[in-house]
T-cell receptor, first 117, second 113 residues
Framework: DTGVSQDPRHKITKRGQNVTFRCDPISEHNRLYWYRQTLGQGPEFLTYFQNEAQLEKSRLLSDRFSAERPKGSFSTLEIQRTEQGDSAMYLC???????????????FGPGTRLTVL | AQSVSQHNHHVILSEAASLELGCNYSYGGTVNLFWYVQYPGQHLQLLLKYFSGDPLVKGIKGFEAEFIKSKFSFNLRKPSVQWSDTAEYFCAVNQRGSYIPTFGRGTSLIVHP
């Protein structure tokens, strides 16, 4: 399978604990996105990378959230001191930016469902 | 800030009925437009996209969408739905020059056989 993969698929944690999610994009894609999706809503943008550079972060991304893409390949999203409001599906997507192009479609992973008790 | 509205949150149809899902956006500049679909238990995947050119766009599985700039709309259509079209449908818009899409809240479509 050469699509976007995410690990773990499900995570249950207690309030106050730290969690880390991993995303492996499609190998030739240079852009990687993180989204959060809650029930009955569309994906909400959190942050994105072009190669290893984090180019933009949403105001939704509080100081407890941090994302990295150290070698321009896989990415991690860490949430520190989790709160019940962090419970959501966390989606990763990747795309290929073509020079001069409009941006390309995004390919989504299956998501990591986080439940904070 | 840019926003995307999908007015139909839940749609229930019988097979062979025609489908139209509404999508309106608030940004007045040049935009790229997308419809994504999420079938039960599967990932979000692209259904169709519009960047420029012919405002009537054809996608996979018989879907099409029409960009009407004057109405800030990008409605999704299919003349005859099938049970297998049961899914969540999301409209997304990004401003030209930005690579960050704004998604609508989605429309849940149920097609009865």
């Amino acid at each position: 399978d050469t699509g976007v993969s995410q690990d773990p698929r499900h995570k249950i944690t207690k309030r106050g604990q730290n969690v880390t999610f991993r995303c492996d994009p499609i190998s030739e894609h240079n852009r990687l996105y993180w989204y959060r999706q809650t029930l009955g809503q569309g994906p909400e943008f959190l942050t994105y990378f072009q190669n290893e550079a984090q180019l933009e972060k949403s105001r939704l991304l509080s100081d407890r959230f941090s994302a990295e893409r150290p070698k321009g390949s896989f990415s991690t999203l860490e949430i520190q001191r989790t709160e019940q409001g962090d419970s959501a599906m966390y989606l990763c997507a990747s795309s290929q930016r073509l020079a001069g192009g409009p941006g390309g479609e995004q390919f989504f992973g299956p998501g990591t469902r986080l439940t904070v008790l | 800030a840019q926003s995307v509205s999908q007015h139909n949150h839940h749609v229930i149809l019988s097979e062979a009925a025609s489908l139209e899902l509404g999508c309106n956006y608030s940004y007045g500049g040049t935009v790229n437009l997308f419809w994504y679909v999420q079938y039960p238990g599967q990932h979000l995947q692209l259904l169709l996209k519009y960047f420029s050119g012919d405002p009537l766009v054809k996608g996979i599985k018989g879907f099409e969408a029409e960009f009407i700039k004057s109405k800030f709309s990008f409605n999704l259509r299919k003349p005859s739905v099938q049970w297998s079209d049961t899914a969540e449908y999301f409209c997304a818009v990004n401003q030209r020059g930005s690579y960050i899409p704004t998604f609508g809240r989605g429309t849940s479509l149920i097609v009865h056989p």
